[in-house]
């Protein structure tokens, strides 16, 4: 079966500093690999995804994300936080070849505090 | 941009009542999904829905639970006797058939369903 797994429930990390959030994943073949940000009271917005190729991905807002397959790992990551990043992240996983549900598997999210 | 459009934004209802959660996906997408969130927990799929047809769903998704495209634009989650346990946000979310650039899921803002 699919997991993830995002082992910090809250990250903080001062304005101007790097930031990492961390995400493992379990899958029986090839992953598609996804961040998502929600913000209070909003959805869930796409930040990056790797499906295959370059293991390092860069999506919106200057975020970056590493693909590991030894480490089943994809952390989510950015040079220099910004207080308008703390946010809840997830982390999400779907298999190749999954048929025509396309679903992702959710991790319980990680809540990104940046201080001024 | 396009969006997933979801209403009510917030419902509360009395245990053993029906609820109706709508979406309306974005137009050109042929794949819907139904997520939940109970308050501080991860996000859990319940449901997809292709072809007019349920393609898979989730433990979660009883016969309590079912999911309508009724008209070609709308898509409805109907709780038929509503539980306490339900109380959650539930999402929906749509996504273009295709490669596997196609492989985003679009998610609404989300309905917050209080079940007193």
């Known amino acids: 079966a699919q997991s993830v797994a995002q082992p910090e429930d809250q990250v903080n990390v001062a304005e101007g500093n790097p930031l990492t959030v961390k995400c493992t994943y379990s899958v029986s073949g090839n992953p598609y690999l996804f961040w998502y940000v929600q913000y209070p009271n909003r959805g869930l917005q796409f930040l990056l995804k790797?499906?295959?190729?370059?293991?390092l991905v860069k999506g919106s807002y200057g975020f970056e994300a590493e693909f590991n397959k030894s480490q089943t790992s994809f952390h989510l990551k950015k040079p220099s936080a910004l207080v308008s990043d703390s946010a809840l992240y997830f982390c999400?996983?779907?298999?190749?070849?999954?048929?025509?549900?396309?679903?992702?598997?959710f991790g319980q999210g990680t809540t990104l505090q940046v201080k001024p | 941009e396009p969006e997933v459009t979801q209403t009510p934004s917030h419902q509360v209802t009395q245990m053993g009542q029906e609820v109706i959660l709508r979406c309306v996906p974005i137009s050109n997408h042929l794949y819907f999904y139904w997520y939940r969130q109970i308050l501080g927990q991860k996000v859990e799929f319940l449901v997809s829905f292709y072809n007019n047809e349920i393609s898979e769903k989730s433990e979660i998704f009883d016969d309590q639970f079912s999911v309508e495209r009724p008209d070609g634009s709308n898509f409805t989650l109907k709780i038929r006797s509503t539980k306490l346990e339900d109380s959650a946000m539930y999402f929906c979310?749509?996504?273009?058939?295709?490669?596997?650039?196609?492989?985003?899921?679009?998610f609404g803002a989300g309905s917050r369903l209080t079940v007193l």
């Open positions: 999400a996983v779907r298999e190749h070849g999954s048929g025509n549900t396309g679903k992702l598997i």
């Open positions: 979310a749509s996504r273009r058939q295709g490669s596997s650039g196609a492989n985003v899921l679009t």
């Open positions: 790797y499906i295959t190729g370059d293991n």
